[in-house]
C-alpha cells in the first residue's frame, strides 16, 4: 500500500499513521480523504434510514464547487500576470527615480566641491580599487552596481533612503519572471509547463503572496501553489484544528511545504492582524505582510470577512468572494437580513440573482470606500447556488468620490408588470474648463425618478437597493481569460465548456451600453482600468415567459423578440444568470409596445381573458388598432429643407424613455443571430447554461468540525 511520501495518483489509497485515505485528484492537486466520505447530500436522508456506511465530513469537501476553482484558477493566473508586468513598471520606475535622486545629490556636491577650488578642475573624482580616478560615467555605473548588489537584488535599506518601493526582487528578475509566466502558461505545446513534480513552473522574481482565508482541505491553496506559474507565497488558513491536520497532510503529500503555509486561527482576526502588525515590528526593515490575492469562500455570507479583507490587501490587490446564502441576496424572504448583511433590500423579479450580485458588490464597495479604497468589479457571475465575484481593490480618494453615483436605487414593479426605474444616489458631472481640461463635478441626484405607481400598469412598485449600479465584468479579464482558456488543459480543468460558455455569455452582456468598455486588444495593459464614472445604464434582463403571463398570452420564442428590437435598432444579449434572459437598451415602454404587437399580430387575447384593473388590462389599453403605414417610418429633417424626408436612423434609449411608434417585425432570422447562439464555438461544445448533471447537485451540509 503507498505511504505518504508516494507519488500522488487519482483513486490512491494511503496509509498514514494507521489509518487509510482514498486520493481524490483536482485540476493538479491530490487530497485525501477518509473512505467513504460523504461527498453529496442527499435531502430524503432524514426521511428514509441513513446509510451507516457514509462518513459525515470533518473537513468540509464539496465537489459540485470544481468549477468555482477552476475559474478561480485560470482568474488569479490572468490577474497574475497582470500584477507582475505592473510591478515590473514599478520597480523600473522606482529605480530611475533613485537614480535620479542620487545624481542630484552628486551634482550638488561636485559643485560644492568646485566653489572650494579643487586642483583638477572643480569635479572631485572618486578612485576606483586600483587607484585609479574615475569618470564620472563610470562612477555613476560603480553606485548602480552598489546600490543593486552583485546578485542583482535591490538593497532594502538603500532602496528605503530614497524612498523607493520596497519590491521582493530586482525588477530584471520580475522580467525573467514574466517571461517564465507566460511561457509556463501557454507552453510550447499549448499546455501548462509543470516540473517533474507536477508543479507549474515558478521563478525567482518578487513574491505573489495569496491568502486561502477559509481553505478547509486545502485544495484551493494546492491549486494555486501547482497551477499558477508565479514564485507564490500562500497561507492557508482555518480555526478548525481538524482542518489544519488534514491541510498539512495534503501538502506534505503533495509535496508543496516551501509554497504553502498552513495556519490555524480566526481568518478575521489573521487579516486584521496582516494589515495592523506590532509597533515594534516597523522600522527600515519593515517589509509589509499583506497580501496580493485574498479568496474568501466561507459556509454562507462573507459579509463579515469582507472589512477585514480589504485592508489585509495590498494596493491594487484581487479579493476574491463567493457568498452561498442566495436565499438572503437573491429573495425578499429575509430581507431584513439582506439589509443587515449587505446594505440594501432584494429585488423581486426573475432578475433577483443579477440583483443580489451588486447588493454583494454595493457592499464591498462601501466597506472599501471607508478606507480611501475604490473597486472595480473584474467577473461577477451568478453559478448554481452561489455567487462568485472578482474584485480588484486600488488606493485613490479621487475614485472612490465617483461611488455615490455609481450606487442606485431600484424602484421595481413587481406585483404588477416587472417594469423598473434605476434612481442614482449621485451624479458625477463631467465640466470643461477654458483650457480644455476637465474634472468631474459630484452633486446629489434628483429624486425620484419614477412616480409611486407604475407607468406601464399602474400597480405599486417597491424599493430594492442602494445597490451598484457600475459594469459588473472586466472586459479586458474576460477575454484574456477565453484566451487563455482556449490552451488550457481539459484534462486539468474539466469544466472548461462551461467556463468559455458562461464567460463569453458575461462578455456579451456588456455589448448593450452606449459606451462600451476597453477591451483587451485596445490597450498595452494585460487588464485595463475601467474608468471610475462608468455607470451601466441596463443593470437588467427580463424574461419574455414572464411578461406573457402578464398579458395572458402565449408566450414567443426569444428569437421573435430579439429580433423585433434589432429591427428597431437596438442592442440585444442574454444574461449569464438564466436562460431565456434578455439584455437590451430599449425602454421598459418599447418592450411592451413590442408584447402588446405580439399580442395584436400573433396572439389575439380572448374577450374576457384579461380583467379590468389588472396589469396586462392596462397594459393593453394603449394597444394600436392597426399597423404603421411606411411613410410612418420616416421622418423629416428639421432645417431650411424640412421636405425632405429619410429614414429615421435607429438611436439608442435611455431607461424611462418613452419609445416613439415604429414598425414592429418579429424577425426571427435576425434574432436568431447564428453567430452569436451557436453552441459549436472553434469545433468545441459550449455550455452556456448547464443543466444539474446529476441528482442533489447543491449546497452540503457544513461540516461537524471533528473527527
Known amino acids: 500500500m503507498a505511504t505518504i511520501s508516494s507519488k500522488p495518483a487519482a483513486g490512491q489509497t494511503i496509509e498514514h499513521e494507521g489509518k487509510i485515505y482514498d486520493t481524490v485528484r483536482e485540476g493538479q492537486a491530490y487530497i485525501l480523504i477518509p473512505p467513504n466520505t460523504q461527498i453529496h447530500v442527499n435531502p430524503q436522508a432524514k426521511a428514509a434510514k441513513a446509510d451507516d ?63 572650494d577650488g579643487d586642483e583638477d578642475g572643480g569635479v572631485k573624482l572618486r578612485k576606483a580599487d586600483d587607484g585609479s580616478a574615475l569618470d564620472p560615467e563610470e562612477e555613476t555605473n560603480a553606485r548602480i552596481g552598489a546600490v543593486e548588489g552583485v546578485d542583482g537584488t535591490v538593497n532594502e ?85 481538524n482542518a489544519i491536520k488534514s491541510m498539512k497532510l495534503n501538502i506534505e503529500h503533495n509535496k508543496l511545504s516551501s509554497s504553502i503555509t498552513p495556519n490555524l486561527g480566526d481568518a478575521i482576526g489573521h487579516m486584521y492582524q496582516v494589515a495592523y502588525p506590532p509597533t515594534n515590528s516597523h522600522g527600515p526593515q519593515h517589509v509589509s505582510r499583506k497580501y496580493d490575492v485574498i479568496d474568501l469562500d466561507p459556509y454562507g455570507s462573507a459579509a463579515p470577512f469582507i472589512d477585514a479583507a480589504l ?34 433590500m432584494p429585488i423581486k423579479g426573475p432578475h433577483m440573482h443579477e440583483g443580489g450580485l451588486r447588493l454583494i458588490i454595493s457592499s464591498i464597495a462601501s466597506a472599501a470606500a471607508r478606507h480611501g479604497l475604490a473597486i472595480e468589479p473584474l467577473l461577477s457571475l451568478n453559478i448554481d447556488f452561489y455567487a462568485r465575484v472578482f474584485i480588484r481593490v486600488q488606493r485613490s480618494a479621487a475614485d472612490v468620490k465617483f461611488l455615490a453615483g455609481k450606487t442606485m436605487l431600484v424602484y421595481g414593479c413587481d406585483h404588477g ?71 488550457a488543459d481539459p484534462e486539468v480543468y474539466q469544466t472548461t465548456p462551461r467556463i468559455e460558455g458562461m464567460l463569453s455569455t458575461a462578455l456579451d452582456e456588456l455589448s448593450i451600453n452606449e459606451d462600451p468598455l476597453p477591451h483587451r486588444f485596445e490597450s498595452s495593459e494585460i487588464i485595463p482600468k475601467i474608468p471610475a464614472e462608468t455607470v451601466d445604464s441596463f443593470p437588467f434582463f427580463f424574461n419574455v415567459s414572464t411578461l406573457s403571463k402578464v398579458l395572458h398570452c402565449i408566450a414567443p420564442g426569444d428569437a421573435a423578440i430579439k429580433g423585433a428590437l434589432r429591427h428597431a435598432g437596438y442592442h440585444v444579449t442574454r444574461s449569464h444568470c438564466q436562460p431565456g434572459s434578455i439584455k437590451t437598451n430599449a425602454s421598459w415602454a418599447v418592450i411592451w409596445e413590442v408584447m402588446r404587437e405580439w399580442v395584436r399580430q400573433r396572439s389575439p387575447i380572448k374577450e374576457g381573458k384579461l380583467k379590468e384593473g389588472t396589469a396586462g388590462w392596462e397594459i393593453m389599453k394603449k394597444a394600436r388598432k392597426e399597423d404603421i403605414p411606411e411613410e410612418n417610418g420616416k421622418e423629416k429633417v428639421p432645417g431650411e429643407t424640412p421636405e425632405i424626408v429619410v429614414d429615421v436612423e435607429p438611436r439608442r434609449k435611455v431607461p424611462g424613455e418613452v419609445g416613439r411608434q415604429f414598425k414592429v417585425v418579429f424577425d426571427e432570422k435576425l434574432g436568431r443571430d447564428p453567430e452569436r447562439d451557436s453552441r459549436l464555438k472553434g469545433g468545441r461544445k459550449v455550455v452556456r447554461y448547464q443543466m444539474n448533471p446529476r441528482e442533489n447537485w447543491g449546497p452540503m451540509t457544513k461540516a461537524k468540525g471533528s473527527a
Open 157 to 241: 535599506q538603500e532602496a528605503f533612503e530614497n524612498g523607493a518601493e520596497q519590491a521582493d526582487g530586482h525588477a530584471e528578475a520580475a522580467g525573467d519572471c514574466e517571461e517564465t509566466a507566460q511561457g509556463a502558461a501557454h507552453g510550447e505545446n499549448g499546455r501548462a509547463e509543470t516540473t517533474q513534480n507536477g508543479q507549474a513552473a515558478t521563478c525567482a522574481g518578487p513574491k505573489f503572496r495569496i491568502l486561502d482565508a477559509l481553505s478547509a482541505t486545502g485544495l484551493r491553496a494546492l491549486r494555486y501553489a501547482q497551477e499558477i506559474p508565479l514564485n507564490t507565497s500562500i497561507i492557508a488558513n482555518d480555526m478548525n484544528p
Open 417 to 487: 408588470c416587472g417594469a423598473w426605474n434605476t434612481n442614482m444616489l449621485g451624479r458625477n458631472t463631467k465640466q470643461t474648463s477654458k483650457n480644455s481640461a476637465f474634472h468631474f463635478k459630484h452633486t446629489i441626484a434628483q429624486a425620484p425618478s419614477a412616480d409611486r405607481l407604475c407607468d406601464h400598469c399602474k400597480s405599486k412598485t417597491h424599493i430594492a437597493g442602494p445597490m451598484w449600479g457600475g459594469p459588473i465584468h472586466n472586459a479586458a479579464f474576460i477575454e484574456k481569460i477565453l484566451s487563455d482558456l482556449s490552451n
Open 53 to 115: 456506511t457514509v462518513k459525515a465530513q470533518s473537513v468540509f469537501y464539496n465537489p459540485i464547487q470544481q468549477f468555482n476553482r477552476d475559474l478561480s484558477v485560470l482568474s488569479i493566473k490572468t490577474f497574475g500576470e497582470d500584477w507582475l508586468k505592473r510591478k515590473l513598471v514599478s520597480n523600473e520606475r522606482s529605480k530611475a527615480r533613485g537614480e535620479r535622486r542620487r545624481s542630484k545629490k552628486r551634482k550638488i556636491a561636485d559643485t560644492k566641491d568646485g566653489e
Open 311 to 344: 485592508q489585509a490587501l495590498n494596493d491594487g490587490g484581487l479579493l476574491c468572494v463567493t457568498c452561498t446564502d442566495a436565499g438572503v441576496w437573491a429573495s425578499t424572504g429575509y430581507c431584513e437580513k439582506t439589509y443587515a448583511l449587505y446594505g440594501g
